[in-house]
Structures are given as structure tokens and as C-alpha cells.
């Protein structure tokens, strides 16, 4: 008997006693193996097989059937190796003994389809998941078999080394990796991702990184780059990474924005190049700020290496620009564009609105693409200026006649509209082409009334109009009818040249573009624009939407031929039937924003009467007002912020208030840079309300407002002064100029000091008082307080900030100081509010004080942007001394304000740096706060600005005044 055959019958036997059909299975799997092993190879495999018996019957059978099949891709001596992995899963548990089962029967599958190294490092994987989750390195297991069509086999082994490195670190998100990174993965360039996930395991390894969560970002970033620049990004990035690993993930993160912002490679390398500089001076902190561009001096290299122009960062030009040129109700909205190439809008229901994409970078430079902003705020405020929504049902236009009379007679029921344009629009059956109609011509108007008012604006509309045109879509892949619109489009831009149409159509074409010529006139008038898109239509309709290869002959150049307005419109027969395509006109420029008669409501009124006929009177029971959509996200972030449950109430109330929005940089003490343009902050009047709340406050402290105001009167200042001991002045001190004869006599010398003059004394100062209206205001004082009354319940702390800022008021109005009362709150960087309740250079009246009994609370507390606001008020007030008072009842929180929800260190430094610039500005500020805690973070914020901590807030009335009666001496 030989050596093997020994070896064989000695496992036989114990095998046989723990289950006979292991005994019979390991026969027959020794048989197979054993030619093709030594004896100290077949030795180890009957020791796994015992070893793994006594642990788990099923385990034992799945390893001993699975080893004859997997022995074809495996080595002699890599067998051992195999079944040692397989067994390490078994731990002993039913999970563990399955998942070892699981791998021996799918290693035949594993091995035909991956490396053989391969299976080993994802059998390690597994055995790491393991000692977390048996779950998760079950469903791992499953997923490692599509591996093989997903991630090509020259980046299998990075791919699994960095599962090894997410097992130890992260192993929640395994299931991620398998699941989702092939697939990220496939939109890098071949070659960069290797060096990608080699990259990523570098980073993950010497930070805190977690792998799969970068390599998403990594992935979605290079996914906006065209792939054959990946490979040298990568290659940047690893060159970076060999300084600071997390300043490498932080470019890579930002790499895809980057580049759509510079023009090439080079551009890039020299951002590279500038955030290293920063490394070495500044420190990782910074620089991973700068990588981020979330700090003013990213901004500011940007801008110096390409030409492309954040709305951000122009927002308050822009404001300015569309204010002079279409008045204070001008307001500009950050839009983006939806799937069909048009404006994606939010509806508004006062106000006139602008949308303006996020960034313009159209042009070679940073000039031109603000130019090409300019243009864009020109033309949509010039709709407001030059009559567009002005348009009355039924009115002749100053070259065409009103069809409206005419066309009803051909509609079976009667016309109705929330406003003139949509009851015209109702007219016609085919309202997406009559829509795209109206927009181009009276666009083309528009654009000739800016040139006639502006002319200094022309060079720079003839720009972005040609510019226009070279991103239109070429004509004969379009249905005959888009393309006819197209052409249309194209002649409103001012570019004839451009225009195509096949020669056997052009009297068609021709005609058409003498009608559209009508409204270039610079007398025009948009009932002309309305009535010339009519006409259009009409054409319009009779070209079938057929593909316009169909189109007999060759496709020319069209200019406008000189068919006088009437002539008869050639007809188009012979189209084979039912081939047409579906119909949508081809969407306008960017720049021109969308002509859409539901955009501004308020601007046409209602009109029901027949035509020529007044519509202000006439009743609108027929009229269905669209229903709006409440901001649900604002008011769950209210609520989260301790709103109110009227928090939906004020949210659709708010919609109708007229908000003036403008941006503040917010300080990154990490950066130790400011982030451009971060914050936005909405200024709105306060709520109006009655007289009740200021004048029971007046009567339930009556003796303290007497109090009050007596000590304020004697701050006040004498009108004039009396200066005594003159040489000169303007009138003669009687006693003193006895006295001097009598010394004059007496030969004692006296200067002539007896001369006096009264001196006009004018105090100048001007306080900003800023009141906290977060959330957190709700809370009732304590439980002791008695009620103020039975119906209000027990005081809030926003009720004591009320209270005191009547006594103030009514303290401010015996001295004769300037004074403004505001209060803020907001959710999020992107929506500060910023009430105001009385501006610096406003009357007290009855407005103003219903409003201070409308103050309520809101929801989190945004310090920084709402001091930068009131700091900008107060500079542009004249006053020799100007003090900021903000009153708060905790330290500044908000969303995002930091990097975590529970981080206070941010938003204390942005504050402090707040206060710090009005320092520097001749602002004296002064915080207050009715949190007892308070000198925790304010000894941090204030350090050299003066505070005070009120630990009983029932004495916020009493306090408030006396404060600033100390400050403003």
C-alpha cells in the first residue's frame, strides 16, 4: 500500500463517523486529487478536511466536492492555500459555517471568472468583513462574482485592495463598493483607474478618509471632465498628495468645477501650483479651504486664470445695473436649465424677475462675460421697460390690427384668461407654437428698443447674439416646421446670414421674416409683437413638421425678399402622410431668459369684456388662480428650529413680501480666508400689526418709562453753549469787563478776556439695534415669572426683547438719537432674513410700532451675515458715533454653520470677525445676551468688544437703556 493510500484510509474511517456521506465524498474527491498532488500536499488537504469535519459536516462537504473542480486553476501548492482561507470563515456560528459553505461552493465559479490571486485577497476581504458583519461579507460574496464584467482585470487588484482598506476601515460601506464602484468607475479614462483607486487607498490610509465616500466624489468630479485629461489630474494630484494626502483629495473633489472654469491643462496646473504656495506658507487648513474654493483667494485665482464670471460674485453689480435699469422691483434669481434647454423658473407673484444662470463663461475673458451678464439683465428688465406684459386684449398695434374679433368667431366657446396675454393664447389651438412665437418677436422688439435707448449697449448684444446663434442646432436635422421657427429665431437675433431654407419654399420663408421685420421698427409696440406672431402661426401651420430631408431641392441662404405685407402665401403640397414628427418649438437663448405670460401675473389684469372694451370691472368668477406650492423644506427647517406651527402661514405669506436680496462673505478660520459671497440675506419690512401691544407695554411700565426718559434728557445736549473769557465773541461779559477796568487802573495788566459766545452743540449718534428672532426666543422664562396675562400665558424671552425695545424707543425718542430697530433669523446660508422693523432714517409712527408686536420667533441664528448687514446700514448713515446692540438669547447656530451640527468654534470666529470689522469700520458694538452660560463663548467671541451677560431676563427692560445711556456718552 502506498504512502497516499494510507493517508486516504486513515481520514476514511473518522470521517465515516461523523457522517457517512462525508467518508463517501472524501473517497472520491481524494482519487481525483491524488494523482496530481505529492504526498505532503494530499497530506494537508485530508488535515483541512478533518479539521474542517469536526467543525461543520456541511462546510467539510461543500470544500471536499468543490476541490477536484477547482483544481484545474489552481497550482499544486496553492490548494492549501485555498482551503485554508475558506476554512478561517467558518467561526462556528450558523452565519459564519454558511459563508464558508458559500465560498467553497462558488470558488469553482470565482476561479473561472477572476485570478486566482484575486479569489485570495477577496476571500481575506471576507474574512474581515466577517469579524464585523457575516451579513455583509455574505452579500459581498454574491456581488464578487460580476466583478469579472465590471472592473476590468488591470484594475481588479487595486479594486480589491482598496476593499480590504474600506473592510477595515468602513466596513459598513462594503456592500457600497461592490455594488457602486464598478460602475463609478467606469467613467474614468481606462488608464487613470488604477492609479485612481492606488490614489484613493494612499489617501484613505494616512487620513480619515472614508474610502468609498471619496471615491464617489473622485468619481462624480473626473465625470465632468473629458476622460483623456483624467490620467494627468490624477497624476497632479498624486504628485500633491505626496505633501498633504487630504489637500490631494480636496483638488481632486474640486477638479470637475475647476475645469469647466479654466480653459486647459495648463490653467489647472498653475491652480495647483498657487495652492501649494499656500501649503507651504499657510498650512493644510487653509490650502484644503482654497482646494474647496471656499475662501476669497481661491475666488480670486480663479478669476485670474480664466475668464468666467460667478453670479455670486457680480450678484450686488447686477442688482444695481437691473435697478437702474428697471426700478427698485427688479430682482435677480439664480436659475439652472432644465432638459430641454430652457430656463428652469420659480413662479413669483409680484416683482419683476430676472433669471440669471450661476456662472457665464461664454467668452474669452472675464470683461466679456460680465458684459454678457449685463446683456441678459438688459433684455428681461427691458420686457418690464418697454411694455411686454402691457399688452390689452383687443388693442390695435401702432402697424397691425387686432385679429382677436375675427379669430373668436372660429373658437365654439368664449375666451377666458387670468390676464390678458393668456386669454389671447387661448385663441389658438396649438399653444406651445403660439407661445414660442410670441417669444421671438416680441424678444426681436426688445432687443431694437435696448439698442434705440442704449446704444452703448449694442457691441455687446451683437456678441452674445452671434454667440447665440453658433450654439443653435443645425437646421436639417429638424422637422420642417422647427426649422422654419429656427430660422425665425435666428433672423430675431439679428443674424439673416445664419438662416437656411430649401429654395423650392423660400417665398414662404420670405414672408414670413417681412412680418417679423415689422416689429424692428423702432415705434413698435408689443400689440404689434402679438398680432405679427398671429400671422406667424397662421404660416406656421400650414408647413406639416415633416423630417426636413423630405424638402425637394437646396437648402440657401434666405434674406427677406420684398413682398409687400398680404401677398398670398404659396402653398405646400405633396407631403407623403403620416411620417410627421412630434412638434416643440426649438427653445430660445439663454440670455433672452423665457417670455412666458404667467411670469409676472400682477403686470396684465384681468379681462373678460369683447374687444376695445374696458376689463378692469369685469368679474372673475371664471378665472382659476393656479394653485402655489408651499416651501416645505422652509418650513420643516423652521420647525427643526423650534418654529411655530404657524411656520407654513408665514412661509406663504412671506412668498408676497417684496425681499431685497444681497450677499455677505462668511470667515473661514480655518482658511483663515473669507468664503465669497457664501451668504444670502433677504431683507423684508416686519410684519404690520395694531397699537394694542406697544401701548399695553407702555402702561404695565409706565414708571419705568418715566424713569427712563428723565435720565435720557439729561444726556441731552444744550443747544448752544456759553464760552466765557473771550478776546473776541459775540457779546460783552459785564462782570468780566468791570473786572478788567478795575485791574487796567490798578495797573495789574489784565488780558482783555471778557468776551463771550454761544456755541450751537449738536450730538450726532446713531445706534442699530438687532434683535435675536430665532427659535429659541419661544422658550418661557421660568416658572416663577408671574403671567403677564390670562390670555398670553406665562412670558416668553422674545416677549422680554420686545418689551425692552419699547423702553428703548420710547429712551431714543427723548434724546434725539438715530436709531434703527431690526431683527434677524433665517435656516441656512442661502436664506438670512433680516427684518426690518424701523430703518435708521425713518419716523417713528403707528406703522412701527404695530410692527414690534408682530416680532416672533423664527428659526436659527445666522450672526455673522445679519452684523454685516447692520454694519453696512450704519456706515452709510451720517453720524460721528455709531453704536451696533445686538440682544440674543444664546450663542450663533444655524445649518451648515460649521462643519457638524454640534461644532461651535465656526460660527463664534465668524461672528467675532464680524464684530471685528465694524470695529474697524468706527462702529462700537455691544452684545447682550440673556443666556446664563453666556460668558463661555462670548469671552471667546467679544475678547475686546464690550458685553454683558443678564442672567435675569425679567430686567432686560430695565437694563437695555441703561446700557446704551453708558455707551453713547
Same mark, same amino acid.
Given at each position: 500500500?502506498?504512502?497516499?493510500?494510507?493517508?486516504?484510509?486513515?481520514?476514511?474511517? +473518522?470521517?465515516?463517523?461523523?457522517?457517512?456521506?462525508?467518508?463517501?465524498q472524501? *473517497?472520491? &474527491?481524494?482519487?481525483?486529487?491524488?494523482?496530481?498532488?505529492?504526498?505532503?500536499?494530499? #497530506?494537508?488537504?485530508?488535515?483541512?478536511?478533518?479539521?474542517?469535519?469536526?467543525?461543520?459536516?456541511?462546510?467539510?462537504?461543500?470544500?471536499?466536492?468543490?476541490?477536484?473542480?477547482?483544481?484545474?486553476?489552481?497550482?499544486?501548492?496553492?490548494?492549501?492555500?485555498w &482551503?485554508?482561507?475558506?476554512?478561517?470563515? /467558518?467561526?462556528?456560528s450558523?452565519?459564519?459555517?454558511?459563508?464558508?459553505?458559500?465560498?467553497?461552493?462558488?470558488?469553482? =465559479?470565482?476561479?473561472?471568472?477572476?485570478?486566482?490571486?484575486?479569489?485570495?485577497?477577496?476571500?481575506?476581504?471576507?474574512?474581515?468583513?466577517?469579524?464585523?458583519?457575516?451579513?455583509?461579507?455574505?452579500?459581498?460574496?454574491?456581488?464578487?462574482?460580476?466583478?469579472?464584467?465590471?472592473?476590468?482585470?488591470?484594475?481588479?487588484?487595486?479594486?480589491?485592495?482598496?476593499?480590504?482598506?474600506?473592510?477595515?476601515?468602513?466596513?459598513?460601506?462594503?456592500?457600497?463598493?461592490?455594488?457602486?464602484g464598478?460602475?463609478?468607475?467606469?467613467?474614468?479614462?481606462?488608464?487613470?483607474?488604477?492609479?485612481?483607486?492606488?490614489?484613493?487607498?494612499?489617501?484613505?490610509?494616512?487620513?480619515?478618509?472614508?474610502?468609498?465616500?471619496?471615491?464617489?466624489?473622485? /468619481?462624480?468630479?473626473?465625470?465632468?471632465?473629458?476622460?483623456?485629461?483624467?490620467?494627468?489630474?490624477?497624476?497632479?494630484?498624486?504628485?500633491?498628495?505626496?505633501?498633504?494626502?487630504?489637500?490631494?483629495?480636496?483638488?481632486?473633489?474640486?477638479?470637475?468645477?475647476?475645469?469647466?472654469?479654466?480653459?486647459?491643462?495648463?490653467?489647472?496646473?498653475l491652480?495647483?501650483?498657487?495652492?501649494?504656495a499656500?501649503?507651504?506658507?499657510?498650512?493644510?487648513?487653509?490650502?484644503?479651504?482654497y482646494?474647496? *474654493?471656499?475662501?476669497?483667494y481661491?475666488?480670486?485665482?480663479?478669476?485670474?486664470?480664466?475668464?468666467?464670471?460667478?453670479?455670486?460674485?457680480?450678484?450686488?453689480?447686477?442688482q444695481?445695473?437691473?435697478?437702474?435699469?428697471?426700478?427698485?422691483?427688479?430682482?435677480?434669481?439664480?436659475?439652472?436649465?432644465?432638459?430641454?434647454?430652457?430656463?428652469?423658473?420659480v413662479? @413669483?407673484?409680484?416683482?419683476?424677475?430676472?433669471?440669471?444662470?450661476?456662472?457665464?463663461?461664454?467668452?474669452?475673458?472675464?470683461?466679456?462675460?460680465?458684459?454678457?451678464?449685463?446683456?441678459?439683465?438688459?433684455?428681461?428688465?427691458?420686457?418690464f421697460?418697454?411694455?411686454?406684459?402691457?399688452?390689452?386684449?383687443?388693442?390695435?398695434? !401702432?402697424?397691425?390690427?387686432?385679429?382677436?374679433?375675427?379669430r373668436?368667431?372660429s373658437?365654439?366657446?368664449?375666451?377666458?384668461?387670468?390676464? %390678458?396675454?393668456?386669454?389671447?393664447?387661448?385663441?389658438?389651438?396649438?399653444?406651445?407654437?403660439?407661445?414660442?412665437?410670441?417669444?421671438?418677436?416680441?424678444?426681436?422688439?426688445?432687443?431694437? /428698443?435696448?439698442?434705440?435707448?442704449?446704444?452703448?449697449?449694442?457691441?455687446?448684444?451683437?456678441?452674445?447674439?452671434?454667440? &447665440?446663434?453658433?450654439?443653435r442646432?443645425?437646421?436639417?436635422?429638424?422637422?420642417?416646421?422647427?426649422?422654419?421657427?429656427?430660422?425665425?429665431?435666428?433672423?430675431?437675433?439679428?443674424?439673416p446670414?445664419?438662416?437656411?431654407?430649401?429654395?423650392?419654399?423660400? &417665398?414662404?420663408?420670405? !414672408?414670413?421674416?417681412?412680418?417679423?421685420?415689422? @416689429?424692428?421698427?423702432?415705434?413698435?409696440?408689443?400689440?404689434?409683437?402679438?398680432?405679427a406672431?398671429?400671422? $406667424?402661426?397662421?404660416?406656421?401651420?400650414?408647413?406639416?413638421?415633416?423630417?426636413?430631408?423630405l424638402?425637394?431641392?437646396?437648402?440657401?441662404?434666405?434674406?427677406?425678399?420684398?413682398?409687400?405685407?398680404?401677398?398670398?402665401?404659396?402653398?405646400?403640397? %405633396?407631403?407623403?402622410?403620416?411620417?410627421?414628427? +412630434?412638434f416643440?418649438?426649438?427653445?430660445?437663448?439663454?440670455?433672452?431668459?423665457?417670455? %412666458?405670460?404667467?411670469?409676472?401675473?400682477?403686470?396684465?389684469?384681468?379681462?373678460?369684456?369683447?374687444?376695445?372694451?374696458?376689463?378692469?370691472?369685469?368679474?372673475?368668477?371664471?378665472?382659476?388662480? +393656479?394653485?402655489?406650492?408651499?416651501?416645505?423644506?422652509?418650513?420643516?427647517?423652521?420647525?427643526d428650529?423650534?418654529?411655530?406651527?404657524?411656520?407654513?402661514?408665514?412661509?406663504?405669506?412671506?412668498?408676497?413680501?417684496?425681499?431685497?436680496? /444681497?450677499?455677505?462673505?462668511?470667515?473661514?478660520?480655518?482658511?483663515n480666508?473669507?468664503r465669497? #459671497?457664501?451668504?444670502?440675506?433677504?431683507?423684508?419690512?416686519? %410684519? +404690520?400689526?395694531?397699537?394694542?401691544?406697544?401701548?399695553?407695554?407702555?402702561?404695565?411700565?409706565?414708571?419705568?418709562?418715566?424713569?427712563?426718559?428723565?435720565?435720557?434728557?439729561?444726556?441731552?445736549?444744550?443747544?448752544?453753549?456759553?464760552?466765557?473769557? $473771550?478776546?473776541?465773541?459775540?457779546?460783552?461779559?459785564?462782570?468780566q469787563?468791570?473786572?478788567?477796568?478795575?485791574?487796567?487802573?490798578?495797573?495789574a495788566?489784565?488780558?482783555?478776556?471778557?468776551?463771550?459766545?454761544?456755541?450751537?452743540?449738536e450730538?450726532?449718534?446713531?445706534?442699530?439695534?438687532?434683535?435675536?428672532m430665532?427659535?429659541?426666543?419661544?422658550?418661557?422664562?421660568?416658572?416663577?415669572?408671574?403671567?403677564?396675562?390670562?390670555?398670553?400665558?406665562?412670558?416668553?424671552?422674545?416677549?422680554?426683547?420686545?418689551?425692552?425695545? @419699547?423702553?428703548?424707543?420710547?429712551?431714543?425718542?427723548?434724546?434725539?438719537?438715530?436709531? #434703527?430697530?431690526?431683527?434677524f433669523?433665517?435656516?441656512?446660508?442661502?436664506?438670512?432674513?433680516?427684518?426690518?422693523?424701523?430703518?435708521?432714517?425713518?419716523?417713528?409712527?403707528?406703522?412701527?410700532?404695530?410692527?414690534?408686536?408682530?416680532?416672533?420667533?423664527?428659526?436659527?441664528?445666522?450672526?455673522?451675515?445679519?452684523?454685516?448687514?447692520?454694519?453696512?446700514?450704519?456706515?452709510?448713515?451720517?453720524?460721528? @458715533?455709531?453704536?451696533?446692540?445686538?440682544?440674543?438669547?444664546? =450663542?450663533?447656530?444655524?445649518?451648515?454653520?460649521?462643519?457638524?451640527?454640534?461644532?461651535?468654534?465656526?460660527a463664534?470666529?465668524?461672528?467675532?470677525?464680524?464684530?471685528?470689522?465694524?470695529?474697524?469700520?468706527?462702529?462700537?458694538?455691544?452684545?447682550?445676551?440673556?443666556?446664563?452660560?453666556?460668558?463661555?463663548?462670548?469671552?471667546?467671541?467679544?475678547?475686546?468688544?464690550?458685553?454683558?451677560?443678564?442672567?435675569?431676563?425679567?430686567?432686560?427692560?430695565?437694563?437695555?437703556?441703561? *446700557?446704551?445711556?453708558?455707551?453713547?456718552?
Amino acid at each position: 500500500m502506498t504512502g497516499k493510500q494510507q493517508l486516504i484510509e486513515r481520514s476514511t474511517a +473518522p470521517l465515516g463517523e461523523i457522517q457517512a456521506l462525508l467518508a463517501e465524498q472524501f *473517497i472520491d &474527491a481524494a482519487h481525483v486529487l491524488a494523482p496530481n498532488l505529492d504526498d505532503s500536499q494530499l #497530506g494537508q488537504w485530508c488535515d483541512h478536511c478533518m479539521d474542517l469535519a469536526s467543525r461543520s459536516p456541511r462546510v467539510a462537504s461543500a470544500f471536499m466536492l468543490a476541490a477536484p473542480q477547482v483544481l484545474p486553476y489552481l497550482e499544486a501548492d496553492q490548494l492549501a492555500s485555498w &482551503a485554508d482561507r475558506g476554512s478561517r470563515l /467558518c467561526g462556528g456560528s450558523w452565519k459564519s459555517i454558511g459563508l464558508a459553505a458559500s465560498f467553497y461552493e462558488g470558488s469553482t =465559479r470565482l476561479f473561472a471568472l477572476l485570478p486566482t490571486e484575486a479569489v485570495f485577497q477577496l476571500a481575506d476581504i471576507l474574512r474581515e468583513l466577517s469579524l464585523h458583519s457575516i451579513e455583509t461579507a455574505a452579500r459581498c460574496l454574491t456581488q464578487a462574482s460580476t466583478l469579472r464584467n465590471k472592473v476590468p482585470q488591470e484594475v481588479l487588484t487595486a479594486f480589491l485592495d482598496l476593499g480590504m482598506l474600506v473592510a477595515r476601515n468602513s466596513w459598513i460601506h462594503a456592500t457600497l463598493l461592490f455594488e457602486k464602484g464598478p460602475t463609478q468607475l467606469a467613467g474614468i479614462a481606462a488608464n487613470t483607474r488604477s492609479p485612481l483607486l492606488v490614489l484613493i487607498h494612499r489617501i484613505c490610509t494616512d487620513t480619515r478618509e472614508q474610502p468609498h465616500g471619496l471615491l464617489t466624489d473622485l /468619481c462624480d468630479s473626473l465625470a465632468e471632465i473629458d476622460t483623456p485629461e483624467h490620467h494627468k489630474l490624477v497624476d497632479l494630484a498624486g504628485q500633491l498628495a505626496l505633501k498633504n494626502p487630504t489637500v490631494a483629495a480636496e483638488f481632486l473633489r474640486s477638479a470637475g468645477v475647476v475645469r469647466k472654469r479654466l480653459s486647459d491643462l495648463q490653467s489647472m496646473t498653475l491652480w495647483l501650483e498657487s495652492g501649494l504656495a499656500l501649503l507651504e506658507v499657510h498650512g493644510d487648513k487653509t490650502t484644503q479651504a482654497y482646494f474647496r *474654493i471656499d475662501s476669497a483667494y481661491a475666488e480670486e485665482i480663479l478669476s485670474a486664470l480664466s475668464g468666467s464670471v460667478q453670479f455670486e460674485s457680480v450678484a450686488g453689480v447686477l442688482q444695481l445695473y437691473g435697478k437702474a435699469l428697471g426700478g427698485d422691483d427688479v430682482r435677480l434669481h439664480i436659475t439652472g436649465v432644465n432638459d430641454h434647454g430652457r430656463y428652469s423658473q420659480v413662479q @413669483v407673484d409680484e416683482g419683476e424677475v430676472v433669471y440669471l444662470p450661476p456662472a457665464m463663461d461664454d467668452f474669452g475673458d472675464r470683461r466679456a462675460n460680465l458684459q454678457a451678464y449685463k446683456v441678459s439683465v438688459a433684455h428681461q428688465t427691458g420686457r418690464f421697460t418697454f411694455g411686454s406684459f402691457e399688452y390689452r386684449y383687443g388693442d390695435h398695434g !401702432h402697424y397691425l390690427k387686432s385679429s382677436t374679433l375675427l379669430r373668436e368667431k372660429s373658437l365654439p366657446a368664449g375666451i377666458t384668461g387670468a390676464s %390678458n396675454l393668456q386669454r389671447f393664447l387661448a385663441l389658438f389651438p396649438e399653444r406651445l407654437l403660439m407661445e414660442g412665437l410670441l417669444a421671438l418677436v416680441e424678444d426681436a422688439r426688445v432687443e431694437v /428698443c435696448l439698442v434705440e435707448e442704449y446704444p452703448g449697449l449694442s457691441r455687446s448684444l451683437r456678441r452674445v447674439q452671434r454667440h &447665440a446663434v453658433e450654439q443653435r442646432p443645425e437646421l436639417q436635422t429638424l422637422g420642417l416646421r422647427q426649422a422654419f421657427i429656427e430660422n425665425l429665431l435666428r433672423a430675431s437675433l439679428a443674424c439673416p446670414e445664419a438662416i437656411r431654407w430649401p429654395r423650392c419654399y423660400m &417665398a414662404t420663408l420670405a !414672408h414670413a421674416l417681412g412680418i417679423l421685420g415689422i @416689429v424692428r421698427n423702432s415705434d413698435a409696440t408689443v400689440h404689434d409683437s402679438v398680432e405679427a406672431a398671429a400671422l $406667424l402661426y397662421d404660416i406656421s401651420e400650414t408647413i406639416p413638421n415633416v423630417p426636413s430631408r423630405l424638402a425637394e431641392g437646396i437648402w440657401i441662404p434666405g434674406q427677406a425678399a420684398d413682398i409687400p405685407y398680404g401677398s398670398s402665401l404659396p402653398p405646400v403640397e %405633396n407631403w407623403p402622410d403620416g411620417i410627421e414628427m +412630434p412638434f416643440e418649438p426649438p427653445p430660445g437663448p439663454l440670455f433672452r431668459g423665457e417670455f %412666458n405670460a404667467e411670469t409676472v401675473r400682477s403686470s396684465t389684469s384681468p379681462d373678460v369684456g369683447r374687444a376695445g372694451e374696458s376689463s378692469l370691472d369685469a368679474p372673475l368668477e371664471s378665472v382659476e388662480e +393656479p394653485e402655489e406650492e408651499a416651501d416645505m423644506e422652509a418650513i420643516e427647517a423652521g420647525l427643526d428650529a423650534g418654529g411655530t406651527d404657524t411656520e407654513a402661514d408665514e412661509v406663504a405669506e412671506e412668498e408676497s413680501t417684496i425681499v431685497e436680496w /444681497c450677499y455677505y462673505d462668511e470667515w473661514d478660520f480655518r482658511a483663515n480666508d473669507y468664503r465669497k #459671497g457664501w451668504c444670502r440675506l433677504g431683507q423684508r419690512p416686519a %410684519n +404690520p400689526g395694531d397699537l394694542d401691544y406697544y401701548d399695553q407695554t407702555l402702561h404695565r411700565y409706565h414708571n419705568l418709562v418715566a424713569e427712563t426718559r428723565y435720565q435720557f434728557e439729561l444726556l441731552r445736549p444744550e443747544v448752544h453753549r456759553k464760552l466765557k473769557r $473771550l478776546e473776541d465773541g459775540h457779546e460783552i461779559d459785564l462782570d468780566q469787563a468791570i473786572e478788567f477796568q478795575i485791574d487796567k487802573k490798578a495797573g495789574a495788566g489784565p488780558s482783555a478776556r471778557f468776551y463771550s459766545r454761544r456755541d450751537k452743540v449738536e450730538r450726532s449718534v446713531a445706534v442699530a439695534l438687532l434683535l435675536d428672532m430665532s427659535g429659541s426666543t419661544d422658550e418661557a422664562l421660568d416658572a416663577r415669572e408671574p403671567f403677564r396675562d390670562a390670555v398670553n400665558g406665562p412670558a416668553r424671552i422674545i416677549d422680554v426683547e420686545k418689551e425692552a425695545t @419699547v423702553l428703548m424707543i420710547e429712551a431714543l425718542e427723548a434724546i434725539g438719537d438715530a436709531y #434703527g430697530v431690526y431683527g434677524f433669523s433665517g435656516y441656512g446660508r442661502n436664506n438670512v432674513e433680516f427684518h426690518v422693523i424701523k430703518e435708521l432714517d425713518e419716523k417713528l409712527d403707528d406703522v412701527t410700532k404695530g410692527r414690534i408686536g408682530q416680532i416672533e420667533p423664527r428659526r436659527s441664528t445666522r450672526m455673522g451675515a445679519a452684523i454685516r448687514h447692520a454694519r453696512a446700514k450704519l456706515i452709510d448713515y451720517p453720524a460721528k @458715533v455709531r453704536i451696533l446692540m445686538l440682544v440674543s438669547d444664546g =450663542r450663533p447656530q444655524d445649518l451648515g454653520y460649521g462643519r457638524e451640527a454640534s461644532e461651535r468654534e465656526y460660527a463664534i470666529r465668524d461672528t467675532r470677525q464680524a464684530l471685528i470689522e465694524g470695529k474697524v469700520d468706527g462702529i462700537v458694538p455691544f452684545l447682550i445676551t440673556v443666556d446664563a452660560q453666556g460668558h463661555e463663548y462670548l469671552r471667546e467671541m467679544c475678547q475686546d468688544i464690550s458685553y454683558e451677560v443678564i442672567a435675569d431676563i425679567s430686567s432686560l427692560p430695565r437694563r437695555l437703556p441703561a *446700557i446704551y445711556a453708558d455707551a453713547a456718552r
